[in-house]
């Protein structure tokens, strides 16, 4: 299984992002998908989940309200809107895959990470 992270970039403070995360080689629409992100210096954070469905979701609570987690289960990729972006934000966000329960996200598939600046 593979996935392919994009969408990062620059932006101002106060602006928005949309990442993907296209999945190959594996039966996306049985995954749960997850975004995390680390800092330079910071440990890697787990940020939001969605289920394989897309019914449930979760989010950590910094980014609660700003960003959205989806997924198109024909199109094999997940996504993260990212809207009023602020300098605490800025890291490489990585995607990742778990076949367990969306409850247990412990993901056996993690993309490159794609980098997010955000300029104040």
């Known amino acids: 299984v593979q996935l392919q992270a994009s969408g990062g970039g620059l932006v101002q403070t106060g602006g928005s992002l949309r990442l993907s995360c296209v999945t190959s080689g594996g039966t996306f629409s049985t995954y749960t998908m997850g975004w995390f992100r680390q800092a330079p210096g910071e440990e890697r954070i787990h940020i939001a989940t969605?289920?394989?469905?897309?019914?449930?979701?979760v989010y950590v609570d910094s980014v609660k309200d700003r960003f959205t987690i989806s997924r198109d289960n024909a199109k094999n990729t997940a996504y993260l809107e990212m809207n009023s972006l602020k300098p605490e934000d800025a890291a490489v966000y990585y995607c990742?895959?778990?076949?367990?329960?969306?409850?247990?996200?412990?993901?056996?598939?993690w993309g490159q990470g794609t980098l997010v600046t955000v300029s104040s």
């Open positions: 969605i289920s394989w469905g897309g019914f449930s979701k």
């Open positions: 990742a895959a778990d076949k367990g329960d969306f409850g247990f996200f412990n993901p056996a598939y």
